[in-house]
């Protein structure tokens, strides 16, 4: 029996739903024009019982199918009986188009492999029909319902609970004795796990860590990656284009951070030249992972610079202490400032331990700023080898440690003069480099000039490149020392065949040997925003966090931090903030999250309590967010409960 689950703040629904024909109502979740297309098809029938279930306070609505007998496709069935409400909302409100049966008219579902019933992934008409929503008018729909126009960034708690209590083996200690047929394990997974994940991916609006979004191209190819299953560790050319893929994404997207040139500003961009000057590139899983590549190059190259000859083995070969006690070295340290807490991970794991990532902040008022004094003094220090580790994007403030191509070119200096290794940690911030020329840009632009002269640089792509998780980028000039450190050595079964090949196999230059195709994702993102794309994307995450920034700077009932005095045009995506009243601060963070219209997170600033707001989804809509953010600010000042309907009706 098909069913639709429903919030407790739902009733309403049910009231609307209660002996009429649900049909419209329910797609009216959806939209107009898929209500007019597909309507018949997934006529669904009246509501012919309403249960309350005692656990979640959840109510249960049995609706009978109507015409769904005749459908002839499975998919057509499913999903005609299984959207939930919440499915709608929390995982495809903005996107989200029924499965078609692939079109014989169009051909490149004939290869035999390809299953057709592939739920559009591999079918052309609705591949493009998905893509085609970052690109209408705007993916926000007026007429659409208040509910699917503001997915919650937060599932309630009683869908938490409801989702734990449902999962096997607890609710179902048998289930190992025979598998779940197929409508089962769809009820459950949509009915139960989807509605309780967090809405970062549906909403505009959901502002912790930094998280980023999918844009539809992303997603689209990241299904054809699940599909195709490649293992992209070796490259085969005469097997596989996977591996041409990665090294077409990895060098489309140095083009467009601008890392062969000066500057993120107006020069030809020339992916050939940043692509021979960054010879060392490859996917990771993350920044974490990345930042663990860069610190890994940085002890080969430091050590090997100690080891004096150049084709003496390194520690890749001979190891950390082996290696230090050759060179006479008693030490390898990181410097940084305000170093992201992963660059403490990645230093315990490459062996140089969290103790010695040391930080060299320039003061209280900027601790993101490295002090380039500090710096020279410990990397004179006798013995001691230096990783100096560039923070290039602060999590709490977006701040940069160094300002301008003057101090790049002095640590640069500095790094050659003492045998010292530079790596960027640009995460989500070396994604300023995309941002136009206009001179409310200039300043943060000119943070990031000079990164062309690091060593080794951390790229996320799953936060403001928008792909799913999980992707990141690792780039070094030395693709000697990358492969140094990662070679996968006397596996014959795992040679690529071609010794000169133009792209090395992934297995020699990165963590993993089997590694998921995270390159079409990007690949396909950045096909589809082109370099206008990303910057209007990244534009407009700053353009509403310096909105936000100029409210919280005026309001009597909070704080802007880190600086209230500083010019707006210091403000990336990144807004910090504190309430003025000791009390409201102390659950400013639960106050806010608990609208589910909004999600921030927490952290400490000064030695108290703060609030970041980090904007990072291609979804944002500056006007229309800046209202509902400030009117939940407003709200949560003024302890009144915030209403979403509201803001719409208004
Ligand atoms: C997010 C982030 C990391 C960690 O990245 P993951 O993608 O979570 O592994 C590292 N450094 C900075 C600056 C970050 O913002």
């Known amino acids: 029996m098909p069913f639709l689950d429903e919030h407790p703040g739902g009733a309403k629904i049910l009231k609307r739903f209660a002996g009429k024909n649900a049909t419209k109502a329910f797609w009216k979740y959806h939209s107009e024009n898929v209500l007019k297309r597909h309507g018949p098809k997934y006529e669904i029938g009246e509501v012919a019982e309403a249960a309350k279930l005692p656990q979640s306070g959840y109510c249960r609505v049995m609706i009978e199918p109507a015409s769904c007998a005749s459908s002839q496709h499975p998919h057509d069935e499913l999903n005609a009986n299984l959207f939930t409400k919440q499915h709608l909302e929390s995982l495809d409100s903005t996107h989200h188009i029924p499965p078609r049966r692939p079109s014989s008219a169009l051909p490149i579902v004939s290869q035999p492999t390809m299953d057709a019933h592939d739920g559009g992934i591999l079918d052309p008409a609705a591949a493009e029909k998905r893509l085609l929503l970052r690109h209408a008018d705007g993916y926000d729909d007026a007429s659409a319902s208040t509910t699917a126009r503001n997915p919650p960034t937060l599932p309630t708690q009683a869908a938490l609970r409801a989702a734990e209590a449902s999962l096997a083996p607890r609710a179902d200690p048998g289930w190992h004795a025979r598998g779940w047929e197929g409508r089962r394990l769809v009820a459950h997974i949509l009915g139960d796990v989807v509605p309780a994940l967090t809405g970062q991916a549906a909403s505009s609006r959901y502002y912790g860590f930094v998280t980023g979004g999918v844009l539809p191209a992303a997603e689209w190819a990241d299904n054809v990656v699940s599909r195709c299953d490649q293992n992209v560790q070796v490259h085969l050319p005469g097997q596989t284009v996977a591996t041409a893929v990665e090294d077409a994404a990895l060098a489309m997207l140095a083009g467009l951070l601008r890392l062969e040139s000066g500057s993120g500003s107006g020069n030809e961009v020339d992916e050939m030249t940043a692509t021979a000057t960054w010879r060392g590139r490859t996917f990771t899983t993350g920044a974490t992972a990345s930042n663990v590549l860069g610190l890994a190059c940085g002890r080969e190259a430091v050590l090997q610079k100690r080891l004096g000859a150049s084709d003496s083995p390194g520690v890749g070969e001979l190891g950390l202490l082996a290696a230090c006690l050759r060179a006479g070295v008693s030490e390898v340290q990181v410097l940084t400032s305000a170093g992201h807490s992963s660059l403490s991970k990645a230093a315990s794991i490459v062996g140089i331990g969290r103790a ?230 102390d659950v400013l963070v639960e106050r806010i999250n608990e609208t589910r219209q909004m999600y921030v997170s927490g952290t400490a600033w000064g030695g108290q309590k703060a609030v970041r707001i980090a904007v990072s989804n291609w979804k944002v809509d500056v006007e229309r967010d800046f209202k509902v953010v400030t009117a939940i600010l407003e709200a949560v000042a003024a302890a009144e409960t915030f209403d979403i309907e509201r803001i719409d009706a208004q």
């Open 356 to 585: 010695c990532v040391k930080e060299l902040r320039r003061g209280a008022g900027q601790p993101w700023r490295l002090d380039l004094d500090a710096l020279e003094a410990e990397l004179r220090r006798p013995g001691v080898a230096s990783i100096i580790a560039v923070s290039a994007g602060d999590v709490n403030t977006g701040g940069f440690a160094l300002d301008g191509v003057d101090e790049w070119r002095r640590v640069r200096e500095l790094a050659d003069k003492y045998g010292s290794w530079i790596h960027v940690d640009g995460a989500f911030g070396i994604f300023a480099r995309v941002l136009g020329d206009g001179d409310e840009y200039a300043w943060l632009k000119k943070q990031l000039d000079g990164i062309e002269l690091a060593d080794s640089i951390t790229v996320d792509g799953h936060k403001m490149l928008n792909v799913p998780y999980d992707c990141g980028m690792f780039y070094t000039r030395s693709a000697s020392i990358l492969q140094s450190v990662f070679t996968n050595p006397n596996a014959a079964y795992l040679a690529s065949g071609s010794s000169a090949a133009s792209i090395p196999s992934p297995l020699n230059i990165g963590l993993e040997n089997s590694r998921r195709f995270r390159a079409l994702p990007v690949y396909a993102a950045l096909l589809s925003e082109g370099y206008p794309g990303f910057e209007r994307l990244v534009a407009n995450t700053v353009q509403l966090s310096r909105r936000v920034a100029g409210y919280l700077r005026d309001s009597p009932h909070y704080e802007l931090l880190p600086d209230a005095g500083a010019p707006l045009d210091r403000v990336f995506m990144i807004v910090l903030f504190r309430a003025r009243d000791a009390a409201l601060n």
